[in-house]
């Protein structure tokens, strides 16, 4: 059996190559056949592994940072009409490997779930519309004050109300939670908040006022952080587009695919789906960056980057609060930045340089361990004198 | 790694606080007075300079070691001080130290229960984020310990401690002197240093406070002598005299039995100076100046920054075997050959060690001495004297000359060198060349290896440096030399490729010419330094697409693209091409797999030369049929110019129909975008395509038969034909930030507008080309996307250079380690296999395997 003999290899190729043989390879190819391709293969395989000592690290750091001097630093979208505002560029791959907790422009993409993703746009729209955070501003069509029965009075607008599947007395409950008033009753299309607090006699009218400026502000429906909704067609199904981000509670939504639907917030990849999940899309924004400028740049390099940052599961920052202040050398932290906090701190602690990577040494003039510093020669003085004879 | 056997190896570098003791023991000298030298300009005993703590001047000998000048590493002094002073640089942690612990029993201020827990809780923190995690542990006991009342080991009460800056703690509005705080922090026990982070073998806290001044070696801080024969002295001499100077008149003060201010107040000065010899930018404290006003440049000073000691001694040194100059191209020379101008010859040397199988040859070098070439400029004994090659000592050395000695003979051909040009972003901004002597000034290059160094030739200069040993030279010639550096390890595919002239010759040779008369075509082949020429079939006219075939080995099978129209493949079978023509898509840097295939087939070093010749054939094409621009290339007949007029009108109307729309509120915005963004992105779409349009039109109507422009654009040797629309047709729509220009006057972006006026002309659309001329708002207009874009770029680079520092400080000690996992020094895994396959990038063909190719061949060969 042909299958057979693709699992004998499985140790020695890796998977992903192993489905490309079998892709290639035509149908009726006979087991003798198939079995020189895979030695082929192998062979090729072994001739293209990495050799040991490689600095990989550094090869990836000049493989991003090298096409990093052509990218342009203000690209924000350039064509295309249906497209959310998000960072792009060169600020955008810092903001990354800085490991920003609060980026520029988050912004989510959200599938939808069959058969919410082949239907209607009008019917998209509005469940777009129903993630989109919603102030009471934006679904009233007036906000009245009664100054003699200090009541505030919210006329709500029916149509949106509907659109977002809205009910005044659900409305009028959210609010009440929301404010310290207890009196908050929903009549009609209307929410009534009578202010019970008028303790004081005084003239004073401002909190009156004041709460009706904070209830424009209020949010009653949609999900916090959402700030802006655009659906749109991708690959012929719809899909919603977001300005701001809140993973956790759009995942909650049942209209949702969770399976497909990310943010380009990398923080709260890692808070709702964990570190693995964090690492692959960290990757996946800093390629999609570089795809965009137009650039070739192997994906093993920002791969690599990508693990560094998450290898002690929790993400990291190139940056000197993050992986450079885990480095165990006194000396190699000293020589990126603040070299005095360090002395000082190491002479404290009485700290030990084992020199055992790459700047200790340097300093010290020795040979770096790493590629062909790796490797020592010795001879066997003994043997010499065997040949001598 | 070996260090078991040597003794010259530096294993490990500890850390420590200097403590009183051995300040004293480590010292050679008291230093009892601030005068340097005496009348004679000898220094004087128990002065700043004294001989003892090591020498600068030429000629004096270290009266400690008795080395010369360069000899002798110097030696510590000491001074004991009259009144102990704090530390700046240990402040905080001084501060943190007097918080937490008990000014009567000196223990820390927590229960013993706290005590189990909080060092269970400084175990983990360390385990968890190392020496850091730690100290933020530490941090927060402070935290908790701050208000605590009374002691709960002795049940002293517990004053609160503040500290004013820069260095005065108050205890209940008290200020504490130096002493008193010494000797509280004598009290802490060693055992109770653990909740600190300290280490007591290391650091004992009353080390941070200074009773004996360490003054360091007179190599630390040399002494100028100016050309007048003044001696000008180090910034830190003068710090250590001003110390010297108040620690002695506060010893005369408290001897002679001052009132206690006048005390006070030279014990702060000596605070002072004791702190700004350390560091010179403390906050709220005045800068210690020069008599000329200039801030003295103290100890912290020296290590900080670029220019510090660390980034700019340490890790980075000054070399010597180097030359720079300006390059120039010479496509003549091979691509891996780097040509050195006669007089940088006679100047670098490469050591050879002289063998008794070598001797002659050696011995010629040095007969001609060190002006003629090639000669030798040094010879170098066994015991390591340096014996200089002159026209008088040039006989005698002649007979000295035995093996076991080294010649520093001149550069020659072939020698390896490392070639370099800043800025060097990427390994292959340093690769080795071998040497061609040619008469000139300056650097030559292939212009093909451009692309690596990203060089061009308006006035760039490289550097170029020759390894001095055996190992060196070999390590450069297997792992730096061009043809190891071939393939980029970013991307997978040659990064040398031909360029500019090379492209467009060769393009010229395989489209255009079709019949070439044999003797022609034999010509072309020797200007490319081609001799073999058995494959150019026997016919009297020849083709270009068969001339080219001359080059590719009789084996060589490839299919593949290129970016002609007419020719969209390109099929090579059994080294001739069959199909298409060689442009920048077969022959670019980066782009196409036919060089990559060259050189998986046949070798790196075949690959190379392939390239030279490749070069030197496109060139040889130029040279032999000629090739300029004119300016009749951009003209187009009379009734493009009319289609054109047309397009430009039409795009026009269009705008002032949207802008109208706009007015009468009809236009609907596009969801999430308010309705003057769906106009600007509507105006924007209908300009941008004017031009797209504009472009078709000029490329139908351009005189197409041989236009040198087109050419250039369509081989992608240079330009694109956006630049040929720009120039024939118009240049259109000016974008500035990714947006239609609307910044300058108010409501206007120039005032020769009216207010709000959306229409192309106010909004940067350009309607003349360059070859019409441009009015002056368009000029304008131009001239605002040129500084944008200026501007992009300055604040770009520094942005990136960052970048990169940061990346490769932390991404420098990750490589791949024997067993195939990727791991950093500390030996933490990264990767279990690179790039979870283990594929080098560098060694595959575009960064996978060609899994379809090995199939294929292994199909085609039949059982």
């Known amino acids: 059996m042909a299958s057979d003999v693709y699992s004998e290899y499985e140790t020695r190729l890796p998977g992903l190559l192993l489905q490309r043989v079998k892709e290639e390879v035509p149908e009726k190819t006979g087991v003798r056949k198939i079995r020189a391709i895979l030695d082929a293969v192998c062979e090729e395989y072994e001739l293209c592994k990495s050799e040991s000592g490689e600095a990989v690290g550094l090869i990836a750091a000049q493989s991003i940072s090298e096409p990093g001097t052509q990218m342009t630093l203000n690209t924000k979208h350039f064509s295309g009409v249906e497209e959310m505002n998000v960072t792009m560029g060169l600020p955008r791959i810092i903001e990354l490997v800085d490991a920003r907790k609060k980026i520029k422009t988050p912004s989510m993409t959200i599938y939808l779930a069959s058969p919410y993703n082949k239907g209607k746009r009008e019917e998209v729209r509005l469940l777009a519309q129903m993630i989109k955070e919603t102030t009471v501003e934006e679904i009233s069509e007036q906000i009245n004050v009664n100054l003699a029965d200090q009541i505030v009075e919210i006329i709500l607008d029916k149509e949106r109300i509907k659109d977002l599947r809205l009910k005044p007395a659900s409305i009028a409950k959210e609010v009440k939670r929301q404010i310290s008033e207890k009196n908050v009753v929903s009549d009609g299309s209307k929410v009534i908040i009578k202010v019970e607090n008028s303790s004081s006699k005084s003239k004073e009218v401002s909190p009156i006022f004041k709460l009706k400026e904070n209830l424009k502000e209020l949010v009653v429906a949609g999900i916090k952080g959402i700030n802006q909704v655009l659906p749109i067609v991708e690959n012929g199904e719809f899909v919603i587009k977001t300005a701001g981000s809140n993973l956790k509670k759009v995942l909650a939504l049942e209209f949702v695919d969770k399976t497909t639907t990310i943010t380009n917030d990398i923080f709260e990849i890692y808070a709702v789906l964990g570190i693995e999940a964090a690492r692959y899309s960290l990757f996946e924004e800093i390629f999609s960056v570089i795809e965009q400028q137009g650039l070739n740049v192997n994906p093993r390099h920002l791969l690599l980057v990508a693990d560094v940052m998450t290898s002690y599961g929790i993400i990291r920052g190139i940056t000197r609060y993050g992986i450079i202040k885990e480095k165990s050398s006194v000396l190699s932290r000293a020589s990126f930045e603040t070299p005095i906090a360090h002395f000082t701190k190491a002479a404290l602690a009485g700290e030990l340089d084992s020199l055992s990577s790459i700047t200790e040494n340097v300093i010290v003039s020795q040979v770096i361990p790493i590629g062909t510093g790796l490797v020592d020669l010795y001879m066997n003085h003994k043997n010499k004198k065997v040949k001598d004879k | ?863």
């Open chain 2, 1 to 863: 790694m070996g260090k078991e056997f040597f003794d010259n190896f530096v294993r490990e570098i500890s850390f420590e606080v200097l403590s009183p003791q051995l300040i004293k023991q480590a010292a050679t000298v008291k230093v009892v007075t601030p005068e340097l030298y005496d009348k004679e300009g000898y220094p004087v005993d128990g002065g700043l300079m004294d001989l003892r703590m090591g020498v600068v001047d030429p000629g004096l000998r270290c009266r400690t070691c008795g080395g010369r000048i360069k000899e002798c590493p110097g030696h510590f002094g000491y001074m004991p001080l009259a009144r102990p002073v704090l530390h700046v640089l240990f402040i905080p942690h001084i501060y943190s130290l007097l918080r937490s612990s008990c000014k009567e029993c000196g223990k820390v201020l927590i229960t013993e229960t706290q005590t189990e827990n909080f060092e269970e809780n400084l175990k983990l923190s360390e385990e968890e984020a190392g020496f850091f995690g730690k100290m933020k542990a530490v941090a927060k006991l402070a935290d908790e310990v701050k208000n605590v009342q009374k002691c709960p080991h002795c049940g002293a009460k517990k004053e609160k401690i503040s500290l004013e800056k820069p260095y005065a703690f108050l205890e209940a509005g008290r200020r504490l002197n130096p002493v008193e705080i010494r000797a509280r922090l004598e009290k802490i026990s060693d055992d109770d240093l653990a909740f600190f982070g300290l280490n007591p073998k290391t650091a004992r806290p009353e080390w941070l406070v200074l009773t004996m001044f360490p003054v360091p070696p007179v190599t630390v801080r040399p002494s100028i002598t100016l050309e007048s024969g003044e001696k000008s002295e180090d910034d830190l001499t003068h710090k250590i005299s001003d110390i010297v100077r108040i620690n002695q008149r506060l010893f005369e003060n408290i001897n002679a039995g001052a009132p206690e201010i006048i005390v006070e107040d030279l014990w702060d000065l000596l605070q002072y100076h004791a702190g700004t010899f350390f560091d010179n930018s403390i906050a709220q404290l005045p800068v210690a100046r020069h008599r000329s006003g200039a801030p003295l440049k103290t100890f912290i000073d020296r290590i900080k920054t670029k220019q510090g000691r660390i980034r700019n001694n340490l890790l980075g040194k000054r070399v010597n075997f180097s030359s720079r100059t300006v390059i120039t191209p010479d496509p003549m020379i091979d691509p891996d050959e780097v040509g050195v101008p006669f007089q940088v010859a006679l100047k670098l040397t490469s050591p050879e060690r002289v063998t008794e199988w070598n001797l002659e040859y050696l011995k010629d070098f040095l007969k001609r001495g060190p002006k003629e070439y090639p000669g030798a400029n040094y010879l170098v004994r066994p015991d390591g004297k340096k014996k200089k090659v002159t026209d008088e000592t040039k006989e005698a050395l002649l007979e000295e000359i035995q093996p076991g000695y080294i010649v520093e003979r001149h550069l020659i051909d072939g020698d390896i060198v490392i070639f370099n040009r800043q800025p060097s972003l990427h390994k292959m901004s340093m690769m080795a060349h071998k040497v061609r002597v040619l008469p000139g000034l300056t650097f030559r290059i292939n212009p093909c290896v451009c692309r690596p160094y990203n060089a061009d030739f308006d006035g760039d200069e490289m550097n170029l440096h020759v390894p001095q040993t055996e190992e060196a030279r070999q390590e450069a010639e297997t792992l730096m030399l061009i043809s190891t550096q071939m393939i980029s390890p970013r991307y997978g595919l040659s990064i040398i490729g031909a360029i500019q002239d090379a492209i467009s010759g060769n393009y010229i040779l395989t489209k255009f010419l079709k019949e070439v008369k044999r003797s022609e075509a034999v010509d072309l082949l020797m200007d490319a330094d081609v001799f073999d020429i058995r494959k150019l079939p026997l016919k009297k006219a020849v083709s270009g697409k068969e001339i080219f075939s001359v080059l590719i080995p009789d084996d060589f099978d490839y299919s593949g693209k290129t970016k002609d129209r007419q020719e969209p493949e390109l099929i090579i079978e059994n080294g001739k091409i069959i199909k298409g023509v060689m442009d920048k898509a077969n022959l670019g840097e980066g782009a196409g797999l036919l060089l990559r295939a060259i050189n998986k087939q046949y070798g790196a070093d075949f690959a190379l030369s392939f390239m030279g010749t490749v070069v030197r054939l496109g060139i040889a094409v130029l040279m032999k049929y000629g090739f300029s621009l004119y300016i009749s290339d951009s003209e187009v007949p009379q009734d493009a110019r009319v289609r054109i007029d047309k397009i430009l009108k039409d795009a026009e109307n269009a705008t002032f129909e949207l802008i109208e729309k706009y007015k009468n509120n009809e236009l609907e915005a596009f969801p999430g975008r308010t309705l003057e963004e769906t106009l600007e992105r509507k105006i924007m779409e209908k300009l941008n395509f004017a031009r797209s349009e504009a472009e078709a039109v000029v490329k139908e109507n351009i005189n197409k038969e041989n236009n040198p422009s087109l050419v250039l654009a369509l081989s992608g040797a240079r330009g694109s034909l956006l630049n040929l629309v720009q120039i024939s047709a118009f240049v259109g729509q000016q974008a500035l930030r990714g947006r239609r220009i609307e910044k300058g006057f108010f409501r206007r972006p120039l005032s020769s507008f009216g207010r709000d006026d959306l229409g192309p002309d106010a909004r940067g659309f350009i309607r003349n080309g360059f070859k019409q001329g441009l009015r002056p708002h368009e000029f304008f207009y131009a001239a605002m996307t040129g500084r944008d874009s200026l501007m992009d770029t300055a604040l770009r680079t520094p942005k990136s250079g960052y970048l990169y520092r940061r990346l490769s400080n932390s991404l420098q000690d990750i490589y791949v380690k024997s067993d195939g996992t990727v791991r950093a020094s500390s030996g933490i895994v990264v990767q279990f296999a690179y790039g979870e396959d283990g594929i080098d990038v560098a060694k595959s063909i575009g960064g996978t395997i060609d899994v379809h190719s090995i199939v294929q061949k292994v199909l085609s060969k039949g059982d």
